[in-house]
T-cell receptor, first 109, second 112 residues
Framework: GENVEQHPSTLSVQEGDSAVIKCTYS??????FPWYKQELGKGPQLIID?????GEKKDQRIAVTLNKTAKHFSLHITETQPEDSAVYFC????????FGAGTTVTVRA | NAGVTQTPKFRVLKTGQSMTLLCAQD?????MYWYRQDPGMGLRLIHY???????AKGEVPDGYNVSRLKKQNFLLGLESAAPSQTSVYFC???????????FGPGTRLTVL
C-alpha cells in the first residue's frame, strides 16, 4: 500500500518568512496530492491540491510542487501570518487517501 | 449547507461499552469515510462507503462496524470499546467521480 512520509514534524517561523513542508510517497500509481490544514479542535480543511499531470500550482500565498520522478511533493507558504499556525497534512491518493503524520507550524509574531 | 456534521462531539466510555457515532452530509455525496486520528500518525482509514447500502474495510477496521442505510448518513459502531480505541474520529465525504474529501469537525472518544 501507499506510504507517505512528511517532514518536518514541527516548524517554527518568524511572521513574514516562508515555510516549506515536504512529503514523499511510495506508490507510483498515486495521482492526486491534497494538502489539508487542521486548526485546533477542528476537522482538516483542504487548502490546495495537485494532480500528477501538473508540476506546480499556486493559490495566493500557498503553492505546491510535485516531482513525479522523485515521488515527492512540497507545500510552500510565503509571507506567513499568525493565522497560518496550524497542523498541516499531506496526502496521496491511489484508490484511497494515505496521509502523512502532519507538521505543526507555529508562526511567531 | 451544513456540510459534514458529526454527533456527538465528545464521549467517554468504559471498556466493554458500545456506542454509535453518526456522520451526516447534506451535499448529496456518494462516497463517505471514517478515519481515526492519533498523535503522530496522521489519519488512518477505518471503513468507507461508495454508495447507499455498501461498505468496505479500510486500513484499520478491526473492532469497528459501519452501516450506510441512507445516502446522507454513515454510522460507525464500536461493539465492545477498548482503551486502544481512544482517539479522535473524523468523517469525510466526496462526490461521485471525485477524490476531493470534505471533513467533519470530529468526535473525541475516550475509553477508560
Amino acid at each position: 500500500g501507499e506510504n507517505v512520509e512528511q517532514h518536518p514534524s514541527t516548524l517554527s517561523v518568524q511572521e513574514g518568512d516562508s515555510a516549506v513542508i515536504k512529503c514523499t510517497y511510495s506508490d507510483s500509481a498515486s495521482n492526486y496530492f491534497p494538502w489539508y490544514k487542521q486548526e485546533l479542535g477542528k476537522g482538516p480543511q483542504l487548502i490546495i491540491d495537485i494532480r500528477s499531470n501538473v508540476g506546480e500550482k499556486k493559490d495566493q500565498r500557498i503553492a505546491v510542487t510535485l516531482n513525479k520522478t522523485a515521488k515527492h511533493f512540497s507545500l510552500h507558504i510565503t509571507e506567513t501570518q499568525p493565522e497560518d499556525s496550524a497542523v498541516y497534512f499531506c496526502a496521496a491518493f491511489d484508490y484511497k487517501l494515505s496521509f502523512g503524520a502532519g507538521t505543526t507550524v507555529t508562526v511567531r509574531a | 449547507n451544513a456540510g459534514v456534521t458529526q454527533t456527538p462531539k465528545f464521549r467517554v466510555l468504559k471498556t466493554g461499552q458500545s456506542m454509535t457515532l453518526l456522520c451526516a452530509q447534506d451535499m448529496n455525496h456518494e462516497y463517505m469515510y471514517w478515519y481515526r486520528q492519533d498523535p503522530g500518525m496522521g489519519l488512518r482509514l477505518i471503513h468507507y462507503s461508495v454508495g447507499e447500502g455498501t461498505t468496505a474495510k479500510g486500513e484499520v477496521p478491526d473492532g469497528y462496524n459501519v452501516s450506510r442505510l441512507k445516502k446522507q448518513n454513515f454510522l460507525l459502531g464500536l461493539e465492545s470499546a477498548a482503551p486502544s480505541q481512544t482517539s479522535v474520529y473524523f468523517c469525510a465525504s466526496s462526490p461521485w467521480g471525485s477524490d476531493t474529501q470534505y471533513f467533519g469537525p470530529g468526535t473525541r472518544l475516550t475509553v477508560l
